[in-house]
């Protein structure tokens, strides 16, 4: 089944291929989509914030996966991510429940409407909607109790101290019931990591709501 399935793929993929052609990057993606993707786990601290980084961004294929899903829509490399976080979610999750008798909530970084009506979609989301983790229930889903609420210049562009500053205040708690967060353990998850102001900003927005905030990033840059 796998085999006629694998065959399939390769089939329609190749005639999409020739009617929308391939970025160089995708085409690397797809050229190694079964290869797993090199971790090499760091924490940095921002504003007393930890912030836990699954793999380096200068590793060109993590570099490559990060932009296809981002700026491309790239199947592949939403999967290749979603393998990444699996290993450290699915841990995670199976000790919080050991210890604490629940599942632990994990929430993506929101992007602006504005900014998600134009890409299409958030990359973030289609990554952890792919993880084992959040299909099969290891962890609790919970896109919808956090919000961007300004649209503010792409992070990339900007300085450190500029990026500092961009982000403070966009975030907030859009819980129906903020209290009922207070004894859970939230995981905020996003790509990528430079400074680590965005998963700050995202983190002091639910803190006052939940002591027990974890912060994520598939890459640190």
């Known amino acids: 089944m796998y085999m006629l399935w694998n065959t399939a793929r390769v089939f329609f993929e190749q005639i999409l ?5 391939l970025s160089n990057r995708v085409r690397r993606v ?12 760091h924490t940095t601290f921002l ?4 912030i836990q980084t699954l793999c380096s961004y200068s590793n060109t294929a993590v570099k490559d996966a990060i932009g296809a899903s981002k700026f491309e829509e790239s199947t592949a490399a ?39 009506r134009a890409r299409g979609y958030n990359q973030m989301d289609a990554i952890l909607t792919r993880t084992r983790a959040v299909s099969e229930g290891f962890v609790e889903y919970a896109p919808d109790i956090l ?37 859970r353990t939230i995981y905020i998850v996003d790509d990528v990591a430079t400074t680590g102001a965005t998963l ?22």
């Not at 291929?17 to 052609?21: G, N, Q």
């Not at 989509?33 to 971790?39: A, F």
């Open 78 to 116: 939403m999967q290749q991510l979603a393998h990444v976080l699996d290993d450290f979610l699915i841990d995670a999750a199976l000790e919080h429940a050991y210890t604490h008798g629940e599942r632990i909530l994990v929430v993506p970084v929101p992007l602006h409407h504005t900014r998600e």
């Open 17 to 21: 291929d020739t009617v929308f052609p």
């Open 47 to 50: 504003n007393g914030q930890s």
């Open 200 to 221: 700050a900003a995202a983190g002091s927005s639910l803190s006052p709501h939940c002591p027990c905030v974890e912060l994520v990033a598939i890459a640190r840059a």
């Open 30 to 41: 797809r050229a190694h989509r079964n290869d797993p993707l090199t971790i090499a786990m």
């Open 147 to 183: 919000t961007r609420l300004r649209h503010s210049t792409p992070q990339a562009t900007l300085t450190r101290a500029a990026r500092l500053v961009n982000v403070l205040g966009a975030f907030a708690c859009i819980h129906p019931e903020p209290r009922r967060l207070r004894e």
